[in-house]
C-alpha cells in the first residue's frame, strides 16, 4: 500500500448516543440522537420517539433540554397556583388576638393571618368536594351577561319614573306623541342592569387571592362583633337564638373548630359581615366597614354556595335570611331576591310553614322555627315591596301561631329580649295590611294593567286605612308610636328604637297606600284624559295625597332629628339602607 501520499489527519471518533429512538432500534439503523426528532427520521418522515427501557443506565440528557423542562414545569406551576383559588390554604385560621379593628386595614379581615390555631379543612363536617373553578376550555372568554329586572307598581323606581314621565309631558306639552301607554311602561317597567364582562381580573384577583374563607377573626374581634349584631339586628329580626350561638361557638372554640359545620361557619361569618356593616364606629370609614364585611360574605359565600344546593336545614335557611338582609345594604342589592327565594324553597321543603310539622319539635325548637318562618315572611313582604315584585310566599300559607317570648325572657337589660319578641311580633301584623295594601290597590305586582274601579280604589284605602288605625291603637304602651316633636334627648331608654324604627315601618305603609290615588291621577294624565272623567277620584285625590305628604314629612323630620344628634340618639335607627329607603320619598 502506498503511504507516500501523506499522513492522514487525526480520525474523529463517533459521538456516543446514550438513546436510540424507536424507529431507528427497529430498523437497525445509526441514530445521531438529536431531539426532537433525529436526522433519519427527519429524512424519512417517521415519528421519532425516544422510549427509555428500564435496562438504560447512564442516559445523557442534554442540559437545553432539562432547561426546557424546568421552564415548562414552572409555568404550570404557576397556572396551577392561581386557578385553584387558594385550595392549598385550606385550614382555618385565627386572626392574631392582639390585632385592633380601629385601625384601617390592619388587624382586619383584610390583612394576612399569622399566628393562631390552624384546623384542616377536613374536619369540616358536610365536606363536599368543590369543583374546580377552571373549566375544560381553558382560553374561554365570556362576553356581557344579559341582566333584567322588572320593577313592578309598588316599587320607587316605578314611581318615580312614572313622575318623571309626567312631569316631562307636562313641560313640553301635548306633541301629538303617544301617550297612551305611559303609565303601563313606567309602572310595569323592565330595567337593564348590566355585568362586567367576565373574566374580571380585579375581582378575580381579590376574591382568590385576599380571602382565606377558612380563617376565624380573634376572640375580641368576634365577640365585639357578635354582640353588636344581637344588641342591633338580632333584636329586630330575632329568628336567631342568642345562647344558642353562644354556646356553640363556644364549644366550637374549645375544640379549635373541629368538626364545625359549614352552614354554621357560614352563618357566622354573615353575622360578621352584617355586623360590620352596620357597626358606626370612630376612625373606621365607610369604605373600609364595606370591605371589611365583603370578606366575611365572600368567606360565607365559600363556605356555604356549594352545600345549599345539596342539603337543607334550619340553619341553612337562617343562615339565606341574614345573607338576603346583608345584601340589600351593598351594591349587590338586586342578588337578594333571588337569595330570598331560595331561602323561602329551603322553608318549604323543612316543613317550616306547617303547624303538623311543628308539634313535632320541642318548645324551644318549635319557637325558633316559627320566627324563622316568620322572618321569611317579614322578609318576602319588604322585598316584594321594594322591588314592586310578586310576593313569594301567599298569604294563605302564613297559618302559624305568632312567635312568643322563649324562656327566660329577661336578659342582663330587663325586658328587652321581651319587647323584641312583642316588636316583631307587631311587625308580622303590619306586614298582613301591607300584603293587603299591595294585592288590592297594586294588583299584587303581577303587572298585567288591570284596572280597578274607582269607586273600589276609594274604598279599599278607607277600608286599609281604618286596619291601619286598628293596629296603631292596640300597640302596647311601650311600642306606641314615636312623634318627631317628642322624641326623647337621647338613646338611654332601649324601648325608644323599637319606637322609633315601628313608626317609620308604620309611615313607609301609609306613604304606599295613599301614594296609590297619586297613582291612577298620573295615568289619567298620561292618557291625555280630563279630570273631570273620573270625578271620585278627582273629589278624593287630595286628601290621599295630604295624607302621604304628612307621612313622608314625619318620617323626614324623625329621620332629621336622630341623624343630627350625633352619638346621643344614633342606636335609634335600624341599619342605615332602611333609613335611607324610608326617608328617600
Given amino acids: ?241 342568642e345562647k344558642l350561638f353562644w354556646d356553640t361557638y363556644d364549644e366550637m372554640r374549645q375544640s379549635n373548630f373541629t368538626k364545625v359545620r359549614r352552614t354554621w361557619l357560614g352563618l357566622f361569618n354573615m353575622i360578621l359581615a352584617l355586623s360590620t356593616s352596620t357597626y358606626l364606629r370612630e376612625n373606621i370609614t365607610a369604605i373600609t366597614r364595606v370591605q371589611e364585611s365583603d370578606v366575611y360574605y365572600q368567606r360565607a359565600l365559600g363556605l356555604c354556595q356549594a352545600q345549599l344546593l345539596q342539603n337543607s336545614s334550619l340553619e341553612a335557611v337562617q343562615f339565606l335570611l341574614v345573607t338576603g338582609q346583608y345584601l340589600q345594604g351593598t351594591q349587590k342589592s338586586v342578588q337578594a331576591w333571588s337569595i330570598h327565594g331560595l331561602a323561602v324553597k329551603t322553608a318549604f321543603q323543612l316543613g317550616l310553614h306547617s303547624g303538623a310539622t311543628l308539634k313535632k319539635f320541642s318548645l324551644l325548637d318549635q319557637e325558633i322555627r316559627k320566627r324563622t318562618w316568620y322572618g321569611c315572611v317579614v322578609l318576602d313582604r319588604t322585598l316584594s315591596m321594594t322591588f314592586g315584585r310578586p310576593a313569594t310566599i301567599p298569604d294563605e300559607y302564613v297559618r302559624l301561631p305568632l312567635p312568643t317570648p322563649m324562656q327566660p325572657q329577661i336578659d342582663i337589660e330587663g325586658t328587652v329580649m321581651h319587647t323584641s319578641t312583642m316588636f316583631f311580633v307587631q311587625t308580622i301584623v303590619l306586614y298582613k295590611i301591607m300584603w293587603d295594601v299591595i294585592k288590592l290597590l297594586y294588583a299584587g305586582n303581577i303587572g298585567c294593567d288591570e284596572t280597578l274601579p274607582p269607586v273600589d280604589v276609594v274604598s279599599g284605602i278607607f277600608k286599609l286605612e281604618e286596619q291601619l288605625n286598628d293596629w296603631r291603637r292596640e300597640l302596647p304602651f311601650h311600642l306606641s308610636l314615636q312623634a318627631s316633636q317628642t322624641l326623647p334627648p337621647d338613646d338611654s331608654d332601649p324601648n325608644e328604637k323599637f319606637r322609633v324604627i315601628l313608626t317609620l315601618r308604620y309611615h313607609n305603609l301609609r306613604i304606599l297606600l295613599h301614594r296609590s290615588m297619586l297613582t291612577k291621577l298620573l295615568d289619567l294624565v298620561g292618557k291625555n284624559e280630563e279630570g273631570n272623567s273620573e270625578p271620585l277620584l278627582t273629589q278624593f285625590a287630595p286628601n290621599n295625597i295630604r295624607c302621604a305628604v304628612e307621612s313622608s314629612l314625619e318620617t323626614v323630620f324623625i329621620v332629621s332629628d336622630i341623624v343630627s344628634s350625633g352619638k346621643q340618639k344614633q342606636e335609634m335607627l335600624g341599619a342605615w339602607w332602611f333609613t335611607l329607603y324610608y326617608s328617600k320619598l
Fill in 1 to 241: 500500500m502506498d503511504t507516500s501520499s501523506g499522513n492522514p489527519g487525526p480520525v474523529s471518533k463517533r459521538r456516543r448516543v446514550g438513546i436510540a429512538c424507536g424507529p431507528c432500534r427497529t430498523r437497525k439503523s445509526r441514530c445521531d440522537g438529536i431531539r426532537p426528532k433525529c436526522s433519519g427520521c427527519i429524512e424519512l418522515g417517521y415519528e421519532c420517539i425516544y422510549t427509555q427501557t428500564a435496562s438504560m443506565t447512564n442516559v445523557i440528557v442534554g442540559k437545553e433540554y432539562l432547561a426546557g423542562i424546568e421552564d415548562r414545569l414552572k409555568l404550570v406551576e404557576q397556572e396551577i397556583s392561581h386557578m385553584k383559588n387558594f385550595r392549598s390554604n385550606r385550614h382555618i385560621r385565627f386572626d392574631d388576638a392582639t390585632s385592633s379593628t380601629s385601625t384601617a386595614l390592619e388587624g382586619s379581615p383584610l390583612t394576612s393571618f399569622t399566628d393562631g390555631v390552624q384546623v384542616d379543612s377536613g374536619n369540616l363536617q358536610d365536606n363536599e368536594v368543590l369543583e374546580s373553578t377552571t373549566d375544560g376550555m381553558g382560553a374561554m372568554i365570556f362576553s356581557q351577561e344579559e341582566d333584567i329586572g322588572f320593577f313592578g307598581p309598588s316599587s320607587n323606581i316605578a314611581f318615580t319614573r312614572q313622575l318623571s314621565q309626567v312631569v316631562t309631558k307636562l313641560r313640553n306639552g301635548n306633541t301629538g306623541s303617544d301617550n297612551s301607554n305611559l303609565l303601563s311602561e313606567a309602572a310595569h317597567g323592565v330595567l337593564s342592569m348590566s355585568r362586567p364582562a367576565s373574566p374580571n381580573a380585579q375581582a378575580t384577583q381579590y376574591a382568590t387571592g385576599a380571602v382565606n374563607i377558612y380563617a376565624v377573626p380573634s376572640e375580641d374581634v368576634t365577640r365585639d362583633l357578635v354582640r353588636h349584631y344581637f344588641g342591633t339586628t338580632g333584636q329586630l329580626f330575632p329568628y336567631l337564638d
